[in-house]
């Protein structure tokens, strides 16, 4: 096997940078994946600008995959070579534990191993999926049905089982109401999975800017939350809420948008801590959650959703050269709305990235 192109930051807020390196032998149970999307997911950008604490450099960010197979290990038995699969952000898990067992890996009692920035059980640090080939297991690999384009695909691999999660939780489908918190790459497709589940479905964002966009992809309602009195005129209204916010928010604030029994599930991960008075969540007998990222088989049963009801991401491929600047425009809260890197965009000699051609 030659050695894989890809793109790594090697030090902690640097630049996405062209690199090739030497994948490990394929194991039995391995599949090497032929990657040809990788999405951008705002996980990576915290991750290798240590917002959320320290990283293991050099990182090959990259947990939204998608490609075909190419080469199989000895004892592979659920794909072959030219099946369409997918990684998304785990790579292993101890497999005998209670949450393995029932397909919760990201539940694992000694800890997933993610699919970058992350020790594996061999002890080597894992390579992630902006890159032209990807190893893993074949245990942490789903089939993208052939329904779904696999650049569209990819972002299903991390925005999409991360909202599909809480939303099957907490049951939505008709009759329920719920809002979703900020229109980027998790909350669009908060929106597409509520909107094919039959739920009444309401974007708060920001502004007025995406309101097209939001009633385009299906939404019924559109509120502006930077407006005077936005909030306060949405007292009572939600069942669920999914908070894909990846900065402050004001909690009380949105709890009282939910009606009694409601649940706010946070899938947004800023770096400070929330504030919450206890009688927001006490009054109502209101829920404040979390929910975080989602098992194989859900993420299978993610997908097979999606290929029957037509969804997929909402997308900008973009060539590797432009991967910085994507960066840069993720973190404004300006994708429409999830960067997709084109994998064969990537150079192949560890070339200047800014200056490559397309
Ligand atoms: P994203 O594409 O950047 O979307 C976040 C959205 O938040 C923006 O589009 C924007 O929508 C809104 N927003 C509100 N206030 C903002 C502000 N001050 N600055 C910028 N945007 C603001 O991010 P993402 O990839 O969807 O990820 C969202 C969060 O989920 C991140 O923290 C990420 O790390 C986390 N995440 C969690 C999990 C999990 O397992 N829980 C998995 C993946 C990602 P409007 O313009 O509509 O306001
Ligand atoms: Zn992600």
Redesign the pocket.
Known sequence: MSPIAALAVRTAGGPLEAVTYEPRPLRDDDLRIDVKFAG???????TVREE?GAAHFPIVPG?EIAGIVSEVGAGVTRYKVGDRVGVG?MVDSCGECEFCKDGQE?FCEKGNVGTYNSRGFDGEWTTGGYAQAHTVSERFAVRIPDEIELDVAAPLL??G??TW?PLKRWNAGPGRRVAV?????????AVKLAVAMGADVT?????Q??KDD?LGLGAQHYVA??EEGALESLKSSFDLIIN??????EMDAYLATLRPLGALI?????TKPYSVSPFSVVGGTRTLG?????GIPATQEMLDFCAEHGVGATIETIAAKDANAAYDR??????R??VVIDTATIPTDGADLESASA
């Open positions: 951008i997911c705002h996980s990576d950008i915290h959320w947990h952000c990201q991390c925005a089982i991360t999660e918190v900020g229109l980027g790459g998790l909350g669009h497709m974007v708060l964002s920001r502004s800017a995406k939001a939350t930077g894909t916010v990846s900065a402050d928010l946070n899938v947004g991960l800023p979390g929910s975080n990222i989602g993720v973190v404004a809260g300006d994708v709305y999830r």
